[in-house]
């Protein structure tokens, strides 16, 4: 084989080349004590950074052009102590409706009882202890069996349950901030996955007909999601994202025009179905779909207190 030759290789000057990375996007050095707005603002314009922004811009443009701004998630966002950060959002009414799974619940609940929740499920599993607290399945499950006599949705029932025991940290409460605000707040319950279902308080019929209700409740928002709405995606592997799969079907199928709004999703990991079913499939008619991987107690922080610095000075009333 003979040798290449490469004094004939074709070269040209680096400055005439369109290069990605440019020295106006570097990250610059912030002042010891400076305002979150300096550190916000110093971080590079480069890869997951420059995302951030992407997707606290579109959070603001929503708000301030009344769209819906849709936020689900799993258990394990509530157990990592982002609730109050959530609140805040929905008492703004920034974020317009929330989804969470059935587990959400329970450490929704647990919080607005007792300000503590997530036991030990490794030791309470040896002696058949684990997910046997007397006040979690009984409670709950009477608010759903309430609920469902009354043609309600799971998420409100339960919410109205906290508020109208007046349980000690009803603060701390998603459900019970969205039943005062009058926001959405759906569960997507799949049977056997919580705690609460263990029990013979547990009612399959209750729990089913309450969960239905919300995907329809869920239905309905996700068929405001177009033209300038977002969804974000927090942690939900699997439940979550199949369920807003379906929600986009149908609210497509009744003629609703769900296109041209911005998906995003944060987690530890990239998963199959936040991928598919919110990112990929929803954004194809139109769209932009956004996945940022990373911890939920360091992502949420950040993204709450960028989109609060980044509101109108007065927002519904309150000082920014």
């Known amino acids: 084989m003979p040798t290449l030759d490469f004094s004939k290789l074709k070269t040209y000057p680096a400055n005439s080349r369109k290069s990605k990375v440019n020295v ?88 607005s009882l007792m300000g503590s929740t997530s036991e030990d499920v490794a030791s309470a599993l040896a002696d058949g202890s684990f997910g046997m607290a007397e006040e979690t399945h009984s409670f709950i499950n009477a608010a759903i069996r309430q609920g469902a006599k009354k043609g309600w949705g799971l998420g409100y029932s339960v919410g109205a349950m906290i ?30 996955t919580d705690i609460i279902h263990q029990q013979s308080s547990a009612d399959g019929a209750a729990i089913g007909q309450t969960s239905l209700e919300d995907f329809r409740k869920l239905s309905g928002v996700v068929a405001t999601l177009g033209s300038g ?25 009744l003629g609703f025009s769900v296109k041209d709004f911005t998906a995003f999703d944060f987690d530890m990991i990239r998963h199959y179905r936040p991928h598919e079913n919110v990112l990929k499939r929803p954004t194809l008619l139109g769209g932009t779909a956004i996945h940022i991987t990373g911890h939920h107690e360091i992502l949420i922080p950040l993204l709450a207190r960028a989109v609060l610095e980044q509101l109108p000075r007065k927002s519904n009333g309150r000082t920014a």
């Open 24 to 111: 106006d996007a570097f990250a610059r050095v912030g002042k010891k004590g400076g305002s979150f707005r300096q550190f916000y603002d110093s971080l590079p314009n480069i890869l997951a950074a420059r995302d951030l922004r992407r997707v606290v811009d579109a959070i603001i443009r929503a708000h301030t052009g009344r769209k819906t701004v849709l936020l689900m998630f799993g258990a394990h966002v509530i157990k990592v102590g982002l609730s109050p950060l959530l609140i805040e959002l929905i008492r703004r009414r920034i974020v317009t409706a929330i989804a969470m799974n059935g587990a959400g619940v329970v450490h929704d609940f647990e919080l």
């Open 163 to 192: 508020v109208k025991r007046r349980l000690p940290q009803r603060k701390m409460s998603l459900l019970a901030t969205c039943y005062q605000m009058g926001v959405s707040a759906t569960v997507h319950v799949a049977i056997g």
């Open 229 to 253: 709405g977002v969804v974000g995606n927090l942690g939900s592997a699997v439940i979550l994202p199949e369920v807003f799969l379906k929600a986009v079907s149908i609210s497509r199928n």
